[in-house]
C-alpha cells in the first residue's frame, strides 16, 4: 500500500504546476527572478506536510498548467474550476475568488458588458485560459480571438485592433495604466474559483486529504496572509466548503 507521500509525488518530489499567466497566483520577483505567490506559498506548504522536496514547474499559461497536470508531468496545480478541466483533473473547492472583466478602447461604443454579444465583435482572450473555456460556451453571436497567453491578451487586441479583450481585472488594470485610452467596462462578466487540484487518476485518499489542506489553509488565515504578503488586491478569499 502506497503512503501518502508517494500518491501524491511518485518521483519523490512533489511536482508543482505553477501558471505565470495569472499575476494573481504568481509573478516573478523582481529581485530573484523567481516565482512568488499565493499559489508557490500552498504548495511550499503542502510538500512540508507531506515531508517530501519540491520542484515548480513555472508556465506562461494557464493551459500548459493544466496540460501538465492532466498528463501526470506535474503532480499539483493551481487553476480555475471549469468542467472541461475537470475532464483530467481532480479538483478541490475554490481558495480564491476573482473577477473577470471586459476592457475597450475609451472611445469605443461598448458601454457594458451585455453589448459584448453582438454580430461582429471580436474578442482577445488569452488561450485555455478560464476565460476562455467560459466565453466558448457563452458567447453566442461574437467571436473569439486567441491570445497566446492571457499577459499578451491586451497587446494582442491592440494589435489586432479587435473590439474587447477579456481577462482577469487586475491584470486589465494594469494594462489600462500602462496603455492608452483603454477603458475597463463596469461590472464582471465571470467570477473564477481558484482551486488546487491533481490528476483525477491520483489515489481518492490524496484527493481527500487536497481538499482538506485548502480548507485549512482558507479557515487558518494562511491563504489571506499569503495575498497579503505578495501584495495582491481585488481577490476574495472563498467560503469554506468540505466535500
Same mark, same amino acid.
Given at each position: 500500500?502506497? $503512503?501518502?507521500?508517494?500518491?501524491?509525488?511518485? =518521483?519523490?518530489?512533489?511536482?508543482?504546476?505553477?501558471?505565470?499567466?495569472?499575476?494573481?497566483?504568481?509573478?516573478?520577483?523582481?529581485?530573484?527572478? !523567481?516565482? @512568488?505567490?499565493?499559489?508557490?506559498? *500552498?504548495?511550499?506548504?503542502?510538500?512540508?506536510?507531506?515531508?517530501?522536496?519540491?520542484?515548480?514547474?513555472?508556465?506562461?499559461?494557464?493551459?500548459?498548467?493544466?496540460?501538465?497536470?492532466?498528463?501526470? !508531468?506535474?503532480?499539483?496545480?493551481?487553476?480555475?474550476?471549469?468542467?472541461?478541466?475537470?475532464?483530467? +483533473?481532480?479538483?478541490?473547492?475554490?481558495?480564491?475568488? +476573482?473577477?473577470?472583466?471586459? @476592457? @475597450?478602447?475609451?472611445?469605443?461604443?461598448? !458601454?457594458?458588458?451585455?453589448?459584448?454579444?453582438?454580430?461582429?465583435?471580436?474578442?482577445?482572450?488569452?488561450?485555455?485560459?478560464?476565460?476562455?473555456?467560459? *466565453?466558448?460556451?457563452?458567447?453566442?453571436?461574437?467571436?473569439?480571438?486567441?491570445?497566446?497567453?492571457?499577459? $499578451?491578451?491586451?497587446?494582442?487586441?491592440?494589435?489586432?485592433?479587435?473590439? @474587447?479583450?477579456?481577462?482577469?481585472?487586475?491584470? *486589465?488594470?494594469?494594462?489600462?495604466?500602462?496603455?492608452?485610452?483603454?477603458?475597463?467596462?463596469?461590472?464582471?462578466? =465571470?467570477?473564477?474559483?481558484?482551486? =488546487?487540484?491533481?490528476?483525477?487518476?491520483?489515489?481518492?485518499?490524496? !484527493?481527500?486529504?487536497?481538499?482538506?489542506?485548502?480548507?485549512? =489553509?482558507?479557515?487558518?488565515?494562511?491563504?489571506?496572509?499569503?495575498?497579503?504578503?505578495?501584495? +495582491?488586491?481585488?481577490?476574495?478569499?472563498?467560503?469554506?466548503?468540505?466535500?
Amino acid at each position: 500500500m502506497t $503512503t501518502l507521500p508517494q500518491q501524491f509525488a511518485p =518521483m519523490g518530489t512533489l511536482r508543482a504546476s505553477i501558471n505565470l499567466g495569472n499575476p494573481i497566483l504568481a509573478q516573478k520577483d523582481a529581485a530573484s527572478g !523567481q516565482p @512568488v505567490g499565493v499559489s508557490v506559498d *500552498l504548495a511550499t506548504d503542502l510538500a512540508r506536510r507531506l515531508g517530501v522536496g519540491l520542484t515548480l514547474l513555472v508556465f506562461d499559461s494557464a493551459g500548459k498548467s493544466v496540460d501538465a497536470v492532466t498528463n501526470g !508531468q506535474a503532480d499539483i496545480g493551481f487553476f480555475a474550476i471549469d468542467p472541461v478541466r475537470g475532464q483530467g +483533473i481532480a479538483f478541490t473547492a475554490p481558495y480564491v475568488l +476573482i473577477e473577470g472583466s471586459y @476592457v @475597450v478602447a475609451k472611445d469605443s461604443a461598448i !458601454q457594458k458588458n451585455e453589448d459584448v454579444d453582438r454580430a461582429g465583435i471580436r474578442i482577445a482572450v488569452g488561450k485555455g485560459s478560464a476565460y476562455d473555456l467560459f *466565453l466558448t460556451r457563452e458567447i453566442k453571436q461574437a467571436k473569439l480571438q486567441r491570445a497566446p497567453t492571457s499577459p $499578451t491578451t491586451v497587446d494582442f487586441f491592440l494589435n489586432e485592433k479587435l473590439d @474587447v479583450a477579456a481577462g482577469v481585472k487586475q491584470q *486589465l488594470e494594469f494594462d489600462a495604466a500602462r496603455l492608452p485610452n483603454l477603458r475597463l467596462l463596469p461590472g464582471r462578466f =465571470m467570477v473564477i474559483e481558484q482551486a =488546487m487540484g491533481l490528476p483525477k487518476d491520483r489515489d481518492p485518499q490524496a !484527493q481527500r486529504y487536497l481538499r482538506q489542506f485548502v480548507e485549512e =489553509m482558507k479557515s487558518s488565515g494562511f491563504v489571506a496572509a499569503s495575498l497579503k504578503k505578495h501584495k +495582491i488586491e481585488g481577490a476574495s478569499i472563498a467560503p469554506g466548503f468540505i466535500r
